[in-house]
């Protein structure tokens, strides 16, 4: 089943060696439904942001290779999920809100409303002005004082 | 270190004391960077600091690390998904290998970037142990444009809007009733005079009752005269109110149709100055129903709801003195419901606000479906998805009404309350006055009167609840249009513009950069382009090639480096005057209803008739223009109906043609239409070309053949330079696109062949 091996080389970088020996340097891991269904297709890019190897699910790698990937996942995903929002400046755009996250507690800008993205399942994606994305689960699932708060940007 | 504190002001103080400990006597600080992310990408506080003699790093558990500068050392940095990596590498010993790495969100960027440029001059001054020359100019870390002395920010960069309007957004409307102050005010003054007039009648209706009728019920004679002198009274009250009436809706209809055209006018202006990045991310459906819907209830709101309420503050305040003057008691009974229905109004206010606001944004998802599966309709047919986008519109529609359905269980029980208020308020008056008569201290007429002016009085109160949503309304419109005067473009106008003389057309791009949302679309691109030359564009679809001629074009502005036209910063000139240099001809050329010798002259309105038909002559356009019924004079419909894909492209070349540019893009101009009018167009665009700077993206890469140089790119970067031939004889990106392109011309003719 092992159709490449990844290793790490000093510079920290991913190494993929595959079945027939040729040696990718560089190389990302890129989920395909980041959000729609993660561990299911992934894809090794090379630097010259061609595919390597297509993984059908992350279940499917031996240890040791989903070990790699995952810790490269880990450094390269950054989706914090909104735990709660504390308090926002205004409820007209831009707007800034102090929220907890599973990453910790910090503030994100909304520039606009257009920035909040609806997924299936009352989940939300929202844009800040750096581009980062905060993922909302289920806002149903929030708290109240969180929830009249969206509301408000809905 | 004094420039340091004031340049870092988010850098917390005692952070700062403590930064000041590691730096041994005889090392000094150079620059810091604030790290707001660990390893494990949580969000907390970090800081790298780089001194004459070394690099350390805070971790976010309070530990130091420290690295001598030394040579091998080299800082790099890279970002993806709007988190940033910084990483300190060592190359002495042969291979590379990673000392440390920090992360940190695009926000700290600026000083990033700062850090590593003194990192990489500090170091070399380390190495070489001459002192690091100091820096004649200052350049921005970001954008790399030059900064005045003492400019610690660039004026460039510096320029996101951040804070939220105001929440009194509806005071701002005041710079649209400005002009028509003088008209507002006859007509308040107008109305004041005719609420005054209604308000005569039932004053009448007191002697009326207490010195004709009651005296006459109880056997005195019918004084007749003093009748008919309080029935005229009567008649020429209503007579006088009707007047005024009549004159004030005239004057604040006249009012109301001008704040609208204005409103209107001022958004969409605004609306046209905004980039392409607004418009990206915005949809079509939203912005007509902004600039549609939401400024017409503004505008009735302002000329109609708000000098209503007005009115009725006064009436209701003139109406309370009638009553206080006529009977103190009574009119304490009479006011009595007044702050109840106050508080009500109150607490349906904030229910109601949000709801409309709500509703406005369903309403705007309704218009979305519209717009965009009507444009779109030939997808839907051909995918027979007749019947799922009918269940779209119908979802969104069904949101709206589930919406309104909400809303409408607090509005609902609102009126009707008020009434109930109202009726019960008058049993209080009919109680209260019937005991008073009983014990004399009231008579029939004043009792009489008191129930006719608080019939008025509570209509008023019921006019004011509905003004409630009136202005509920008119906030959150005003807020959603505001949100467009407030947008400030990200291609802004320059508070200074610098003249911009006749251009040679030499473009040159240094250390460009360009981020859409997150993703890093164009990096580090340098590249210097020669008055006259024609530079073709070379690479897969997605490798940036149509975002470089955006940002030549100024479409957007660049997130790193400058653009440059003759040396001049493209930033630092009005768009306008800039964009007057630049002809563009696009793949899907757009034409506008009207005609064709309007569309040719689209560029240049003031166009003689000579100048438009020898633009078509030059872009082998004039025949078959001839050919048409109307010649010059046809009509083209919205996307040019009725003309084909070739003929459109050299009304579109002709139009570029007319504004005689210096600088000329052609994005895939030829890639939509068949080989047979790709030459045609392309004798069109040698005239087209000739001495001007020419940048041209093709798919097909043998209509590049003219280029002086061939620019190839590959995922935002430029990957080689250089003449056909030459690109050839390399065998690299170029030289595979190329043959993968013959391989499949080979297979197509063979397919035709066959």
Avoid at chain 2, 130 to 144: D, G, N, Q, S
Avoid at chain 2, 260 to 286: A, C, I, Q
Avoid at chain 2, 325 to 350: C, K, N, Q, Y
Wanted: glycine share 8%; aromatic share 8%; with cysteine.
């Amino acid at each position: 089943m092992s159709r490449f091996a990844l290793t790490r080389n000093p510079a920290g970088r991913l190494i993929c060696t595959l079945a027939d020996g040729t040696v990718h340097a560089n190389v990302t891991p890129v989920r395909a439904f980041p959000l729609a269904a993660p561990d299911e297709g992934l894809a090794l890019m090379s630097q010259e942001g061609h595919e390597i190897a297509w993984i059908e699910n992350l279940a499917d790698l031996d240890a040791a290779n989903r070990g790699v990937i995952e810790d490269e996942l880990a450094g390269r995903e950054f989706m914090p999920e909104i735990r709660r929002i504390a308090e926002v400046s205004s409820f007209a755009t831009p707007s800034t809100w102090q929220i907890e996250t599973s990453r910790g507690n910090t503030a994100l800008v909304l520039k606009g409303e257009e920035d909040i993205r609806r997924l299936p399942d009352n989940g939300l994606l929202i844009a800040d002005n750096h581009g980062i994305l905060y993922l909302i689960r289920d806002r149903k699932a929030l708290d109240r004082h969180s929830r009249k708060i969206l509301e408000r940007f809905l | 270190m004094s420039s340091l504190a004031t340049s870092n002001t988010t850098l917390p103080n005692a952070w700062l004391a403590e930064a000041a400990t590691r730096i041994s006597a005889g090392d000094a600080l150079l620059a810091t960077l604030e790290l707001d992310l660990d390893n494990a990408l949580r969000f907390s506080r970090g800081l790298v600091l780089l001194s004459e003699h070394s690099l350390q790093a805070r971790e976010a558990n309070g530990e130091w690390q420290r690295w001598n500068l030394r040579a091998g050392l080299a800082l790099q940095h890279h970002d993806h998904a709007g988190i940033a990596t910084l990483e300190l590498m060592d190359n002495s010993t042969g291979t590379t290998t990673r000392l440390a790495a920090w992360r940190y969100t695009l926000e700290q960027n600026v000083a990033a970037l700062r850090l590593i440029e003194k990192f990489d001059k500090q170091l070399e001054a380390v190495i070489s142990g001459r002192p690091p020359e100091t820096e004649e100019v200052v350049a921005c870390p970001t954008c790399k444009a030059l900064l005045e002395p003492g400019q610690e920010e660039c004026p460039i960069c510096t320029r996101e809007l951040q804070t939220p309007p105001s929440t009194w957004t509806l005071f701002r409307l005041w710079r649209f009733a400005h002009p028509y102050r003088w008209k507002l005010l006859t007509g308040f003054l107008l109305t004041l005079a005719s609420t005054g007039a209604t308000l005569v009648p039932p004053y009448l209706t007191m002697p009326l009752m207490d010195n004709v009728l009651i005296p006459f019920q109880n056997g005195k004679p019918m004084n007749w005269s003093l009748a008919g002198m309080y029935l005229s009274g009567l008649l020429g009250a209503a007579a006088v109110a009707w007047v005024l009436g009549w004159i004030r809706t005239y004057i604040l209809a006249l009012v109301s149709e001008r704040i609208g055209r204005d409103l209107r006018t001022t958004t969409y202006k605004h609306l046209m100055g905004l980039s392409l990045e607004y418009f990206g991310g915005k949809r079509t459906g939203d912005l007509i129903a902004r600039i549609g819907n939401e400024t017409d209830r503004i505008n009735i709101f302002l000329s109609l709801d708000l000098l209503n309420f007005a009115t009725d503050v006064l009436m209701i305040g003139m109406t309370a003195v009638i009553l206080f003057s006529i009977d103190p008691w009574l009119a304490i009974a009479t006011l009595l419901p007044l702050p109840i229905i106050g508080w009500m109004i109150h607490f349906v206010r904030e229910k109601l606000r949000t709801g409309f606001e709500r509703i406005d944004r369903v309403w705007a998802e309704v218009t979305n479906v519209l717009a965009d599966t009507i444009p779109g309709i030939r997808v839907v047919k051909a995918f027979a998805q007749e019947k799922r986008e009918a269940d779209r519109f119908l979802e969104a529609n069904q949101r709206n009404l589930a919406m309104n359905d909400k809303l409408n269980k607090t509005w609902s029980i609102f009126t009707p309350t008020v009434t109930l208020l109202t009726e019960i308020g008058l049993l209080v008056v009919w109680v209260f006055g019937i005991w008073q008569i009983a014990h004399g201290a009231s008579t029939v007429g004043v009792l009489t009167a008191f129930l006719a002016y608080i019939g008025r009085f509570y209509t008023r109160l019921d006019s004011m609840s509905r003004i409630v949503s009136a202005t509920q309304r008119a906030a959150s419109s005003t807020k959603r249009i505001f949100d467009i005067l407030d947008h400030v473009s990200s291609v802004p106008e320059p508070v200074n513009p610098r003249p911009l003389p006749q251009v040679t057309g030499q473009i040159s791009m240094r250390d460009v950069g360009f981020r859409y949302g997150n993703r890093s679309v164009i990096r580090n691109l340098n590249l210097d382009i020669q008055p006259g030359e024609m530079i073709g564009l070379v690479g897969h679809s997605g490798s940036g090639k149509s975002t470089l001629v955006n940002l030549i074009c100024r479409f957007y502005d660049v997130t790193q480096g400058s653009v440059r036209i003759d040396g001049i910063d493209i930033r630092s000139v009005a768009v306008a005057d800039y964009r007057s240099n630049v002809g563009l001809v696009l793949q899907e050329p757009f034409l506008f209803f009207g005609t064709i010798a309007e569309n040719i002259a689209y560029g240049k309105p003031d166009a003689t008739r000579e100048e438009i038909v020898a633009a078509a002559r030059a872009a082998h356009a004039h025949e078959f223009i001839l050919r048409l019924p109307q010649g010059y004079d046809s009509l083209v419909g919205e996307r040019g109906q009725g003309l084909s894909g070739g003929e459109r492209q050299r009304i579109s070349i002709a139009r570029a043609l007319l504004i005689n540019p210096r600088i000329l893009i052609l994005d895939e101009a030829t890639s939509a239409v068949d080989t047979e009018t790709e030459k045609e167009i392309q004798k069109a665009l040698d005239n087209l070309v000739l001495g001007r700077t020419t940048i041209a993206i093709a798919h097909r890469l043998s209509t590049l053949r003219k280029a002086d140089r061939l620019v190839v790119m590959d995922r935002g970067e430029i990957v080689e330079i250089g003449n056909h031939d030459d690109l050839m004889a390399r065998e690299g990106h170029y030289f595979r696109l190329y043959q993968a392109q013959q391989r499949t011309h080979a297979e197509l003719a063979e397919g035709g062949e066959a």
